[in-house]
């Protein structure tokens, strides 16, 4: 036996001495030690889990919340946007209507009769949401703008009004001019569908205001020929706001004020109009 054999053999020694005045054997020992009164598996169970360990693996069942149902699978009007058609058949409407907020929704409406107190009952103006005027006499006789929205379509190309060919030129839009934006369409509808300009643009050369509405603007709601629809037309008695911006300021400021009593609004508990009306699409009275 060489030196370096002789060296290893006393080296495993002392380890061994060291381990045993540890006690560290005797605890590797109890560690390891099986009792044996462990009752071994049955035979048949062994054969079964055998089975599926080389089987289908089992499907666990989890149950799921409820998924949430949209307004329109929950029987609810889906309050987005709708479009309008005049009597000739010619004159697109657009309104957009707020959606209902799945987070808020509390399942329960109320009429504004229901909601609001005596007081702003007896002061609140009733409408039926219809706006049954024309354009502004001002801008009529500075522009030249035919007395009613048939007459405007008829007398400026006329056509068959599509929501393929908002222009009425005959031709559908394909392909890229199919994305032209509603913006741009607009603007080339000044004399054709005042009705579909003002809802976007303000008469030209006027500025459109973004901020705070004042007074007066708020009291137009209020005086002319109901509301509620036909905001391009609408708009042209607001010089400096546009139809969308009116739009929405009756949602989101006359409608919850109490200030109009619309037939097609009705309130969450909290104070939420919700849009209850049809999304017509009939001719217009």
């Not at 005797?26 to 462990?38: N, Q, W």
Request: aromatic share 10%; with cysteine; hydrophobic share 30%.
């Amino acid at each position: 036996m060489n030196e370096y054999e002789e060296q290893r053999l006393k080296n495993i020694e002392r380890n061994r001495q060291l381990l045993q005045q540890l006690d560290i054997l005797r605890a590797k020992d109890d560690t390891f030690d099986i009792p044996s009164t462990t009752t071994a598996l049955p035979k048949r169970r062994i054969v079964e889990n055998s089975q599926r360990a080389v089987g289908k693996p089992k499907k666990l069942k989890v149950e799921l919340p409820p998924a949430r149902k949209s307004t329109r699978l929950r029987g609810l009007p889906a309050p987005d946007m709708q479009v309008e058609v005049d009597k000739e058949n010619h004159i697109e409407i657009t309104q957009q209507e707020e959606s209902v907020d799945d987070d808020l929704w509390d399942g329960k409406l109320l009429t504004a009769d229901e909601y609001f107190n005596e007081d702003v009952k007896k002061n609140a103006i009733r409408t039926d949401g219809h706006f049954r005027g024309w354009l502004s006499e001002e801008l009529m006789k500075k522009h030249g703008f035919e007395g009613n929205a048939a007459d405007c379509w008829e007398k400026n190309g006329g056509g068959k009004f599509s929501y393929k060919d908002p222009l009425g030129t005959g031709k559908k839009s394909t392909g890229r001019s199919q994305r032209t934006s509603a913006k741009a369409i607009a603007q080339m509808m000044w004399k054709k569908n005042p009705n579909m300009y003002f809802y976007r643009h303000n008469e030209p050369g006027i500025e459109q205001w973004t901020g705070d509405w004042t007074e007066d603007e708020k009291s137009i709601f209020l005086e002319e020929h109901g509301c509620g629809d036909k905001w391009g037309i609408f708009a042209s008695y607001i010089s400096h706001r546009v139809g969308y911006q009116c739009s929405n300021f009756y949602r989101s400021e006359i409608i919850p004020s109490g200030l109009i009593f619309d037939d097609n609004y009705q309130f969450t508990p909290s104070g939420r109009p919700v849009y209850v009306g049809a999304h017509r699409s009939n001719k217009n009275e």
